[in-house]
């Protein structure tokens, strides 16, 4: 009987000398917690990262960790380290896959993704985060309203604007008093501006084009006209000087061999030219 309360004595006597020592851990890693939380609200995101991990590295329990890698998590994305923000997630669902973070934490590998232009991860990521709310608090309710929000987002940013819309339309049509619905007004009111753009763009390419054919058009009847009026020129030439003729008129505008008619057809041939010229100039501001 004495030997059992003897060991029971030593027992209690061990256990109180263990409890100073776990106290005096629990308060370190509370403090430098605590610490990190103070410069994190003063968006000092580099000392905060530092207590984070300070307090990651005094952490005796697997939820006392996680905490800690969360917000240094939290603080390299305000950073703007995504790497090391992603290499910290892997390492949180490693280490504690079922945590209370886990969910969050595919929101926030989401954004990484998004910040570094893959956008298509971004997208896969974003609606995973979607599909696993399942209450109708509101808190629940502005978290998917964020996640349709940033679908548009990625949608938007790789040029689909169309699909975009249908996301930004939906959070203002089914979340009301959600954060993002303003700022998705706004990215469908710019979605609509560029297709007026485009649709714009779009006409001055075919007027452009349009008007080169035109222009092709004109100096082709010019280069026509040209042609055949110095035909008839050396062809009058040649009548009033008694010559023979070198080479034969144009088939489509051959003339009578009486010279009066020669000279009424150049005449008749070099007043079309001017005319086109004059056309040309007007509607072209240039010379052929």
């Not at 020592?21 to 609200?41: H, I, M, T, V, W």
């Not at 697997?62 to 603080?75: F, K, P, R």
């Amino acid at each position: 009987m004495k030997m059992k309360s003897y060991s029971l004595i030593l027992g209690l006597l061990l256990l109180a000398q263990g409890l100073p020592a776990q106290q005096d851990e629990n308060s370190q890693y509370l403090q430098k917690f605590q610490e990190g939380s103070r410069f994190y609200s003063e968006m000092r995101m580099y000392e905060a990262a530092a207590q984070f991990r300070n307090a990651q590295e005094t952490a005796k329990t697997s939820n006392d960790w996680a905490q800690a890698t969360y917000w240094v998590i939290l603080s390299e994305l305000a950073l703007g380290d995504y790497g090391s923000a992603l290499r910290d997630m892997d390492e949180l669902d490693r280490i504690t896959p079922k945590s209370s973070f886990a969910r969050d934490m595919i929101y926030h590998r989401a954004r990484a993704y998004y910040n570094q232009g893959y956008f298509e991860d971004a997208l896969i990521f974003f609606k995973r985060y979607n599909d696993g709310i399942t209450s109708d608090d509101n808190e629940s309710l502005d978290r998917k309203a964020a996640a349709f929000f940033w679908m548009g987002e990625c949608l938007f940013s790789m040029g689909q604007f169309n699909e975009a819309e249908k996301f930004y339309s939906w959070v203002v049509a089914r979340y009301p008093n959600s954060p993002k619905i303003e700022v998705s007004g706004y990215r469908i009111d710019l979605i609509k501006q560029k297709k007026i753009e485009a649709e714009i763009l779009a006409l001055l390419r075919w007027s452009h084009e349009e008007s080169l054919r035109n222009s092709e058009d004109y100096q082709r009847k010019i280069r026509t006209y040209e042609n055949t009026l110095n035909a008839y020129q050396r062809r009058i030439a040649e009548l009033t000087q008694g010559g023979s003729p070198r080479e034969e008129l144009p088939a489509a505008a051959e003339p009578a061999d009486d010279g009066d008619a020669l000279r009424k057809r150049a005449i008749q041939l070099e007043n079309e030219v001017k005319q086109i010229l004059e056309q040309y100039n007007q509607k072209y501001g240039g010379s052929k």
